[in-house]
């Protein structure tokens, strides 16, 4: 990941300290393949792959993509991703990281180098599994270091274009801008990245797209600050903005919160929302036990976090990674940090366990999944008179955008922001009740 303390005056030396550090263990993976060795593997999938092989999605509800932990599933010793499911609760994770490889072109990082997205017969069956198992997955394009499509596609339209095509070949219903360096500097870079999100949601109905950016200790330095201007100028709002509190002298739950905080002020000042509608848009995407930095965030760390953030009504909770939520042998690592455990003692996926319970709103996931018992409200139908004729009835199998308007149980109802299965009055904020029909 990204180290936090970005500003103006400081830049250079970030940029030597992180270039110093492990590249492969964490976010900062870059990876190069033998020209044959590319060749050889273009070779033997060019008449193999088949967008028809990967299952498509049902959309989950928002909650489950706002808490789908980051996994690289080509790379650091990934785990099943359906065993983590049955063991933990989990219904959805985010795949990272889509790079640019050799021009305009996405590719998967992985153990092996990058893997051109267009040749790909490994990262198709996973998703595949996750779905069969009733689960989805978010896509997420960026990371730290590498050549990202923003930086190279020229041109939003062509931005959007290379993106596209990961939507296609996938079915995918959600994604994540995880924008840092050395994309995060580049002024055009970002705009590229910005306005084709903008046109990916205009031409895909119900997308789902989050953007993460790096987190200082007050909230977010001046790259992330030109972003936001960026967005706002381009009058984009999406699903959410995540910030990454971490790596930049954090200390425990309470610098994390105290982040967030800022950042819930940031948005304020350049959205001119009001601070509950800036949470509703805020998230936050942790990093367990050992950091880069050697900063510790521990389960209770993230227990911590999690009452902020339901507090306040937080958009997104996540975690880089699924990979590192296993227990080193011993379990501190001596120390050191690893892609493949936490450097802390911990049980297997006990941090995937507390991003589920912000998916379920507070309570314990239930690993196991049984069939029968409870059962899904039902909207009452309107008549569709006075202020609310011509209107729709909301739908649980709908997903709807900000500004959509829907009847429910006598009332008119406006959605703030991309909602699915989210009911009008729940727990989730989504909706604002309009009038009485």
């Known amino acids: 990941m990204q180290n936090s303390n970005i500003s103006q005056l400081n830049i250079s030396q970030l940029r030597t300290q992180l270039s110093n550090k492990n590249a492969l263990i964490t976010r900062k993976y870059v990876a190069t393949i033998p020209l044959f060795g590319l060749l050889l593997l273009s070779l033997i999938v060019f008449t193999s792959v088949n967008q028809s092989s990967v299952q498509a999605a049902a959309l989950l509800s928002t909650n489950w ?37 050799g021009g305009c072109t996405p590719a998967w990082e992985s153990d092996a180098g990058l893997i051109d997205v267009a040749s790909d017969t490994q990262v198709g069956p996973i998703i595949s599994a996750i779905r069969a198992a009733g689960g989805d997955v978010v896509v997420s394009f960026g990371g730290y270091n590498g050549t990202k499509l923003g930086q190279v596609c ?52 119900g997308l789902y797209i989050s953007i993460t950016i790096p987190g200082t200790t007050a909230g977010t330095g001046w790259f992330g600050q030109q972003l936001l201007n960026n967005a706002k100028t381009l009058g984009y709002t999406p699903n959410n903005y995540a910030i990454m509190p971490f790596d930049g002298g954090f200390s425990g739950a309470s610098s994390q919160i105290s982040a967030l905080q800022s950042f819930n002020t940031l948005l304020v000042n350049t959205f001119g929302w009001s601070s509950a509608t800036a949470y509703a848009h805020e998230g936050i995407s942790s990093m367990n036990g050992r950091t880069d930095s050697a900063e510790y965030f521990y389960q209770s760390d993230f227990q911590t976090v999690l009452s902020f953030a339901q507090t306040n009504h937080l958009a997104r909770y996540t975690f880089w990674s699924v990979n590192r939520d296993r227990q080193c042998s011993p379990p501190d690592n001596n120390g050191t940090l690893s892609g493949t455990c936490s450097s802390v003692a ?31 409200p039902t909207p009452t139908p309107t008549t569709g008179t006075g202020s609310c004729a011509g209107v729709a009835a909301w739908s649980a199998t709908t997903a709807y955008t900000g500004g959509s308007k829907v009847t429910y149980n006598g009332a008119l109802w406006q959605a703030q922001w991309w909602s699915y299965n989210d009911v009008p009055g729940g727990s989730s904020g989504v909706w604002i009740k309009l009038a009485n029909c």
């Open 65 to 101: 993509y706002n808490a789908a932990p980051y996994v690289m599933p080509l790379a650091n010793n990934p785990p099943s991703l359906t065993t983590v499911m049955s063991e933990s609760g989990a219904k959805a994770f985010t795949l990272a990281f889509i790079v640019a490889d």
């Open 154 to 205: 020229g041109t939003p339209q062509a931005t959007a274009a290379a993106e596209q095509a990961i939507i296609n070949k996938y079915s995918l219903k959600a994604l994540d801008l995880d924008l840092e360096e050395p994309e995060y500097e580049n002024a055009t870079a970002i705009n590229n990245e910005l306005a084709a999100a903008q046109i990916l949601q205009q031409n895909n109905s």
């Open 346 to 376: 911990q049980n297997s996926w006990d941090f995937t366990k507390i991003i589920v319970q912000f998916a379920n709103g507070g309570t314990s996931p239930t690993p196991t999944p049984t069939t029968g018992g409870g059962t899904t």
